[in-house]
C-alpha cells in the first residue's frame, strides 16, 4: 500500500488522499497534537492502527491471496490526528518520518498495520460510529451530525439513522423534517431499515375498527384502551433511556416538542410557567436565574463548528 519514498513530500497528506468523511470532525489543536505525539512517543507507538477505505468490493477466495495492494484508489478513513502527531513526532529526522508514516499505511492483515475497509462499508457511518464514543457532543452537534449522515443517504431509516448517532429515531425524524422542509435533503417514498429492508417512508394508516351494533353489546365487550397503562409503559421506557443517556434523552424532549409549535401555544402561559418552573426545580436549577449565567459557562456550551467539538481525543 506504501509508496516508494518521493521528493516532493512536506507533510503526511503527500502520502494518502483522505476521504472527505474523516474532516467531518475538526483536528486536534497545535496543543493537543503535540501532548499527542508525546503519549506516542512515551508508549512506543500508535495504540490503534489508522482505518483506510477503498470504494472496491470486498476480496473473495477467488480472486487470489489479498496482499493489500489490490487497488490503488485507498484513502484515509480513520486517524488523521495520528498520523499529524506521527509526523510531528519524527519532525527532526525527515526520511525516517516519511517511512515510520508509510509503515502505518501498510496492510498485511496484522494488528499493527492499517485496517482496510471496502466498498460495502458506508464511509461516513464508519467515521461517525467510530467517533461518537470519543468526544463530547452537544445535542445541536449531534443534530448537525444527523443532518449530514440524512444528506448523504435519505435512504435509511430514522432508526437505522439514529442507531449510528445514539440518539432518539424521534430527533433523527425531526431532523429529517426540517431539512425537508429547507430542500436539504429529498423526500424518499422507500427507507432502508436496521435489517436493510424496504419499507414506505409513511406508513399507511389502519381504518379503526367497526363499531358493534347496540344488540351485541354488553359490559363485558366494551373495554375501553386504559389510558394509565398506556401511559405507564410509556413512562417505563422513558426511565430507561432517561438513565442510559439523561441529557441526551431531555434534549430530544426539546427537539420533539420544538417541532409543534401550535400544540404548546394551546398550553395557557400560566400552566407553561407552572411547568418550567417545575422541570428546573427536577434539575435543580431556580429558573429565575438562568440569564445571569457567567459569560464562560456560555462560551462552554457553544459549539465550534457544525459538526463537532474538538476534545482531545484519539482521531
Not at 464511509?123 to 445541536?140: F, G, I
Not at 365487550?221 to 409503559?233: G, Y
Not at 442510559?244 to 395557557?268: F, H, M, N, Q, W
Request: proline share 8%; glycine share 4%; charged share 25%.
Amino acid at each position: 500500500m506504501a509508496e516508494k519514498l518521493k521528493p516532493n513530500i512536506t507533510t503526511w497528506r503527500d502520502l494518502i488522499p483522505v476521504h472527505p468523511a474523516a474532516e467531518l470532525f475538526p483536528m486536534m489543536s497545535d496543543e493537543e497534537l503535540d501532548e499527542f505525539a508525546a503519549d506516542i512517543a512515551a508508549y512506543g507507538g500508535l495504540r490503534f492502527p489508522v482505518t483506510l477505505w477503498t470504494p472496491q468490493k470486498s476480496w473473495t477466495p477467488e480472486q487470489g491471496v489479498n496482499d493489500g495492494s489490490v487497488t490503488d484508489e485507498v484513502f484515509l478513513l480513520d486517524g488523521p490526528n495520528r498520523l499529524e502527531a506521527l509526523w510531528r513526532l519524527h519532525a527532526g529526522t525527515p526520511e525516517w518520518q516519511i517511512e515510520v508514516l508509510q509503515r502505518e499505511l501498510e496492510v498485511h492483515g496484522l494488528p499493527e498495520n492499517a485496517e482496510l475497509l471496502y466498498g460495502e462499508t458506508d464511509p461516513l457511518a464508519y467515521v461517525v460510529s467510530a467517533n461518537l464514543h470519543r468526544r463530547h457532543l452537544t445535542a445541536k452537534q449531534k443534530q448537525g451530525i444527523i443532518a449530514t449522515l440524512l444528506k448523504n443517504n435519505p435512504e435509511r431509516s430514522d432508526r437505522a439513522t439514529a442507531k449510528i448517532v445514539s440518539v432518539s429515531h424521534h430527533t433523527v425524524a425531526a431532523v429529517r423534517a426540517d431539512a425537508e422542509a429547507r430542500g436539504q435533503i429529498a423526500h424518499v417514498d422507500k427507507r432502508t431499515d436496521t435489517k436493510g429492508r424496504q419499507q414506505p417512508a409513511t406508513k399507511k394508516a389502519t381504518e379503526p375498527p367497526s363499531k358493534p351494533s347496540p344488540k351485541a353489546t354488553t359490559p363485558a365487550a366494551i373495554k375501553p384502551a386504559s389510558t394509565e397503562t398506556s401511559r405507564a409503559a410509556w413512562i417505563d421506557g422513558f426511565s430507561s433511556q432517561f438513565q442510559r443517556e439523561p441529557r441526551a434523552t431531555l434534549c430530544d424532549i426539546i427537539a420533539a416538542i420544538s417541532g409543534y409549535p401550535a400544540a404548546v401555544a394551546k398550553i395557557p402561559e400560566v400552566a407553561r410557567r407552572d411547568i418550567v418552573r417545575a422541570f428546573g426545580a427536577k434539575l435543580s436549577i431556580n429558573v429565575l436565574n438562568v440569564e445571569t449565567m457567567s459569560s464562560t459557562e456560555k462560551a462552554e456550551d457553544k459549539s465550534p463548528t457544525p459538526g463537532v467539538s474538538s476534545d482531545k481525543v484519539v482521531h
